[in-house]
């Protein structure tokens, strides 16, 4: 079975940093591209970034409001991917959540598989 | 960025009754390669997101048949033929044509 698991979620300072982790399991990781989202407390969903599979690069992309604080990577040995968060702000407050993306070819199937995600607590 | 606006964004619907979702983006979603990259998904109370449709009008595993997804360009339907109880929960639409992905507003399903 396909899972994701979120992780490195807490209460921290503004200005401060934290690290996520969403681990993988049931599937290729390194042949797909892993995005992140996130849900401000009773708001809705908003796409944070995503990093494509090293056969396409390997390259990161992010929404404006993160770009140059956040960043994406990851670990094909281990199918985890990671989201850096530096200089965070109050209003990066929210559930992170990971998804799967596009796949081999580039083939998009939706974002099929979720974590439950992990609180961020920035005050 | 391309806007996504849904509506209605409340939709008191009775069981076994059909139900429907619009949105509409700021510009096409149509790929030269024939694909609407449009997806519907899906949070149910205390859930992650879980993915509807996907390119516009494919059900994703698992999805049963009731649920239905329509539309192309700047144009999209979720449809619901017949709502059960279980489907309470926020709908969303999210482009994955261009990034940044942008989300629909959400569209709260309720049992009247």
């Keep these: 079975d396909v899972q994701l698991v979120e992780s490195g979620g807490g209460l921290v300072q503004p200005?401060?940093?934290?690290?996520?982790?969403?681990?993988?399991?049931?599937?290729?990781?390194a042949e797909y591209a892993m995005s992140w989202f996130r849900q401000a407390p009773g708001k809705g969903l908003e796409w944070v970034g995503f990093i494509r599979s090293k056969s396409y690069?390997?390259?990161?992309?992010?929404?404006?409001?993160?770009?140059?604080?956040?960043?994406?990577?990851?670990?094909?040995?281990?199918?985890?991917?990671?989201?850096?968060?530096n200089s965070l702000k109050t209003e990066d407050t929210g559930v992170y959540y990971c998804g799967r993306d596009r796949g081999l070819f580039l083939h998009y199937y939706g974002i099929d598989f979720w974590g439950r995600g992990t609180t961020v607590t920035v005050s | 960025?391309?806007?996504?606006?849904?509506?209605?964004?409340?939709?008191?619907?009775?069981?076994?009754?059909?139900?429907?979702i619009s949105c509409r983006s700021s510009?096409?979603?149509?790929q030269s390669?024939?694909?609407?990259?449009?997806?519907?998904?899906?949070?149910?109370?205390?859930?992650?997101?879980q993915?509807?449709?996907?390119?516009?009008?494919?059900?994703?595993?698992?999805v049963?048949?009731?649920?239905?997804?329509?539309?192309s360009g700047t144009d999209?339907?979720?449809?619901?033929?017949?709502?059960?109880?279980?489907?309470?929960?926020?709908?969303?639409?999210?482009q994955s044509l261009h990034t940044p992905y942008t989300f629909g507003q959400g569209t709260k399903l309720e049992i009247k």
């Excluded at chain 2, 510009?27 to 149509?30: D, H």
């Excluded at chain 2, 993915?51 to 698992?62: C, E, K, M, P, T």
């Design chain 1, 15 to 29: 200005g401060r940093s934290l690290r996520l982790s969403c681990t993988t399991s049931g599937f290729n990781f």
């Design chain 2, 64 to 71: 049963p048949d009731r649920f239905s997804g329509s539309g």
């Design chain 2, 27 to 30: 510009q096409s979603l149509l």
């Design chain 1, 57 to 85: 690069s390997g390259t990161a992309e992010y929404a404006a409001s993160v770009n140059g604080r956040f960043t994406i990577s990851r670990d094909d040995s281990k199918s985890i991917a990671y989201l850096q968060m």
């Design chain 2, 76 to 94: 999209y339907t979720l449809k619901i033929s017949r709502v059960e109880a279980e489907d309470v929960g926020v709908y969303y639409c999210m």
């Design chain 2, 33 to 49: 390669n024939g694909n609407n990259y449009l997806d519907w998904y899906v949070q149910k109370p205390g859930q992650s997101p």
């Design chain 2, 1 to 20: 960025d391309i806007v996504m606006t849904q509506s209605p964004l409340s939709l008191p619907v009775t069981p076994g009754e059909p139900a429907s």
């Design chain 2, 51 to 62: 993915l509807l449709i996907f390119l516009g009008s494919n059900r994703a595993s698992g």
